[in-house]
């Protein structure tokens, strides 16, 4: 019925955002069992108070000026674009509230877009889509907020009617109302006589984004504080408890606070450690079959990561034009160090797969590889080349040709990221709700909490 709306991105996540090892399916696999309904951006509760409101706003402003019907099940794809048309406007209005009225100008913040946007309120530039190319203004449905928060809009319980991501529910109404209370913006629409004004003219009219006050913001990623009052009370309901009359739902709220409690507990200093931690609490002192391999993936995938950024490092370093001579790459002391890594963690990986009698082909297969590589610093080399080539997606990463090394990834895009398996930012959301009372330690640095608008310009 409403599952048409913009829900869905254009392309595969893999290769969206590239899997350089094969493994993001497992990884998603255990995200879904540690944190379900969320995922690895929905990280702020202060941005489900905002979208909540933005989707009120932008919904009601639609059904007067947008395509002029009341028909809330409407399917074409012009009103899938016309819907969206209205909510984007607020979405980054926000952002330029956050940019212009905090001291770092919304750096550190979740605020995809921020460099476009700031381009506009510098100067005006590009005033029809504050600042962003015709490309990337499109693109914002996915790369920003909402496409941040569309998993978490359709399931957690109540913050939209049915789930369907877009009419906000019991619990969506509550954060609204508490957005209604911090800005001043219009709670009527109307449709006015003449040419209908673009939904970018609209709200600049109506919404008085750089008015205060401005204590109401998105929040510092990397320093969590308990959103006060109602707010984090409201956080707490739904990302936590989950109502009574859906057992699912209710599992899932027990499962998510139970995982929370758990890494609080937590004395780990590595991600794979507090994963086996999270493991063995939610086992009751032995780890819960169903995220026993959690750990030795997690630290097999670590290791795979840093050798291919280790060995990207080093052809940067050595060589020109894109090239560096193969001996001088992996006589590197970083390089040579990884791959000892790997190899360690290979073993460890089978060693625990084995005693659980489960199987992940794609882990199996890149340690298999690598130990079977044995010493020899090429052939380790070509056995990570060959799980890459085999098994990932997204941007290609080197390859070797004879006596040299050849990057084929673009300069900035050659740094893989690791997997992400939503624990970051849940246990954020979990400081902000007052379930814990801070971060564990082994997550304070966690690649989740880049700085969203330093990672990509979106202008």
Not at 191 to 210: A, D, H, I, V
Not at 327 to 346: K, N, P, R
């Amino acid at each position: 019925m409403m599952d048409w709306f913009f829900t869905a991105p254009y392309e595969k996540t893999a290769v969206r955002r590239g899997d350089p090892l094969g493994m993001r399916s497992f990884a998603e696999e255990m995200a879904e069992r540690l944190a379900p309904g969320l995922s690895n951006r929905t990280m702020d509760g202060r941005w489900l108070s905002i979208l909540c409101w933005a989707l009120q706003q932008s919904n009601e402003a639609w059904q007067v000026l947008g395509v002029g019907t009341n028909d809330e099940h409407v399917t074409t794809g012009e009103a899938d674009r016309e819907l969206y048309s209205y909510l984007r406007p607020l979405e980054i209005l926000w952002l330029a509230r956050t940019v212009e009225n905090t001291s770092d100008h919304g750096k550190g913040r979740q605020v995809p877009g921020v460099r476009a946007v700031r381009r506009w309120t510098d100067g005006g530039h590009g005033l029809e889509r504050f600042g962003f190319s015709p490309d990337s203004y499109a693109r914002y449905r996915f790369t920003g907020v909402y496409g941040a928060y569309r998993v978490a809009l359709r399931s957690l319980p109540g913050l939209t009617t049915g789930g369907d991501g877009w009419r906000v529910g019991p619990v969506g109404r509550d954060f609204a109302e508490i957005v209604s209370g911090k800005v001043q913006c219009s709670r009527t629409h109307h449709r006015r006589r003449g040419k209908r004004s673009t939904p970018e003219q609209y709200w600049q009219r109506k919404f008085e984004w750089n008015k205060g006050p401005f204590e109401f913001l998105p929040t510092a990623i990397s320093k969590p504080e308990r959103l006060i009052g109602s707010e984090g009370k409201l956080l707490e309901r739904a990302v936590f408890l989950g109502p009574q009359t859906k057992d699912v739902e209710c599992r899932h709220g027990i499962r998510r606070r139970a995982v929370v409690e758990a890494a609080a507990k937590s004395s780990a200093t590595t991600r794979h450690g507090l994963f086996a931690d999270i493991a063995r609490t939610l086992g009751g002192g032995k780890p819960l079959d169903e995220i026993a391999l959690l750990s030795p993936f997690c630290e097999l995938a670590d290791a795979g990561i840093a050798a291919m950024n280790a060995c990207w490092a080093a052809v940067r370093e050595g060589g020109s034009a894109g090239f560096a001579n193969a001996s001088d790459v992996l006589d590197c002391i970083d390089v040579a160090d990884a791959f000892d890594v790997l190899t360690e963690t290979a073993r460890r990986w089978q060693s625990e797969r084995s005693n659980s009698g489960s199987a992940i082909a794609v882990a199996d297969a890149l340690a298999e590889s690598v130990i079977g590589a044995g010493g020899n610093r090429k052939r380790r080399f070509q056995a990570l080349e060959r799980h890459h080539n085999q098994f990932g997606s997204g941007l290609k990463w080197l390859a070797l040709e004879g006596a040299t090394i050849k990057l084929l990834a673009p300069i900035r895009g050659g740094d893989a990221g690791q997997y992400q398996f939503r624990i970051g930012a849940l246990c954020r959301l979990g400081v902000q709700a007052g379930i814990i009372s801070a971060m564990p330690d082994s997550l304070r640095q966690s690649p989740e909490f880049a700085d969203e608008g330093d990672e990509e310009d979106t202008g």
